[in-house]
Structure formats: structure tokens, C-alpha cells
T-cell receptor, first 112, second 114 residues
Framework: LAKTTQPISMDSYEGQEVNITCSHN???????ITWYQQFPSQGPRFIIQ???TKVTNEVASLFIPADRKSSTLSLPRVSLSDTAVYYC?????????????FGDGTTLTVKP | DGGITQSPKYLFRKEGQNVTLSCEQN?????MYWYRQDPGQGLRLIYY???????QKGDIAEGYSVSREKKESFPLTVTSAQKNPTAFYLC?????????????FGPGTRLTVT
């Protein structure tokens, strides 16, 4: 499974756009990139997944450059409730039976 | 409501005792997983199961055991052989076909062993 590297922590203010970048230099051809959000004492929650270019849903966007060696999770206009840990996962869920490797994630703190 | 349930939310045990954590899902998911999370750290995979009556060790299986006798259930036993059992335990499940990669997590069980 490809190893991922994320910043340990980030601070932001309400209303700002937050971009969290994940490096995955060893990403394989069949690997997808998935982001999860976790609040304290809760299970992670799926945010978004992508393979290449850009993916957008109601809560976030995921930007993946052509070489796919990194990806950026973009959270528009964050609020205090977006304070959480964000995990980037890379893997081919089918061949690895969903054996995902969660790193330590990025702790995002949104300030008023 | 469909989802994953874990019970109990908090569990206290004395050192040397085995303890079983429950995980049940009614999502008709094929695969189920157990993770351990220590304070300030990410999730580490203990065991996972793709189908009934089959399961595989994850990255930190020592001191743990599981069973998968029913599709809906994947209980985890923390044995006395686990040296540092106090942690937050998370169960997850997902489909294993099509392009469904999302893992659905339960609320977790916080185990304290003294």
C-alpha cells in the first residue's frame, strides 16, 4: 500500500477555504485516493474519493494532478464544526480487500 | 435505520481477563474490519474479513482474535496476551464489489484495562 504524508496540523478561521495536501509518491496505477474525517471519540466518516483530475461533492473537492503523486482536499468556507482530523488513504480497495492504511492524519482547527 | 453498532460504548476490565467487543451491521456489507486507535494517533488495522467464515490478520493482530460466523457480526476478543489493550476500538464495514470503496464506521468502544 502506498505510504502517505500529510501535515500534522493546520489552523484556519471560519469562512476561509482550507486546502490539505497529501503526498503519495508511490501510488500505483490502480490506486484510488480517499479522504475521511474524524471527530473525537467517533468513527471516521467518508468525505470524498477520486482517481484523477477533480472530484466535487456537497462537502468538499479533491484535486489530483496528472502525475497523481499528491492530492489536495479542499474544504470551502469552513466553520467551527469542521474542526477534526482528516485522513488521506491511498490503495486499490479491490485487490487489497479494503485493507486501508490510516496515517496519523491532519488535525484541522478552525478558529472563530 | 441501517448502520453499524458497537457495544458497549465504554468497557472496563481487569488485567488478565479476556474481553469481547461486539460489532453488528445491517448494511448487507461483505467486508468487516477492526481497528485500534491510541490517543493522538491514526487507526491501525487488527483484523479484517471479506466473507463469512474467513478473516485475515491486519497489522497488529497479536493478542486479538475474531470470528465471522454470520455476515452481520464480527466480534473481537481482546485476550490477556495483548500487552497494552487500553484503546479506542473501531469496527467498519463495506461492500466489496462495483466501485463502492467507502468504509462505514461504528461509534467505537473505549476499552480500559487496569
Amino acid at each position: 500500500l502506498a505510504k502517505t504524508t500529510q501535515p500534522i496540523s493546520m489552523d484556519s478561521y471560519e469562512g476561509q477555504e482550507v486546502n490539505i495536501t497529501c503526498s503519495h509518491n508511490n501510488i500505483a496505477t490502480n490506486d484510488y485516493i480517499t479522504w475521511y474525517q474524524q471527530f473525537p471519540s467517533q468513527g471516521p466518516r467518508f468525505i470524498i474519493q477520486g482517481y484523477k483530475t477533480k472530484v466535487t461533492n456537497e462537502v468538499a473537492s479533491l484535486f489530483i494532478p496528472a502525475d497523481r503523486k499528491s492530492s489536495t482536499l479542499s474544504l470551502p468556507r469552513v466553520s467551527l464544526s469542521d474542526t477534526a482530523v482528516y485522513y488521506c488513504l491511498v490503495g486499490d480497495e479491490n485487490t487489497n480487500a479494503g485493507k486501508s492504511t490510516f496515517g496519523d492524519g491532519t488535525t484541522l482547527t478552525v478558529k472563530p | 435505520d441501517g448502520g453499524i453498532t458497537q457495544s458497549p460504548k465504554y468497557l472496563f476490565r481487569k488485567e488478565g481477563q479476556n474481553v469481547t467487543l461486539s460489532c453488528e451491521q445491517n448494511l448487507n456489507h461483505d467486508a468487516m474490519y477492526w481497528y485500534r486507535q491510541d490517543p493522538g494517533q491514526g487507526l491501525r488495522l487488527i483484523y479484517y474479513s471479506q466473507i463469512v467464515n474467513d478473516f485475515q490478520k491486519g497489522d497488529i493482530a497479536e493478542g486479538y482474535s475474531v470470528s465471522r460466523e454470520k455476515k452481520e457480526s464480527f466480534p473481537l476478543t481482546v485476550t490477556s496476551a495483548q500487552k497494552n489493550p487500553t484503546a479506542f476500538y473501531l469496527c467498519a464495514s463495506r461492500l466489496t464489489h462495483a466501485n463502492e470503496y467507502e468504509q462505514y464506521f461504528g461509534p467505537g468502544t473505549r476499552l480500559t484495562v487496569t
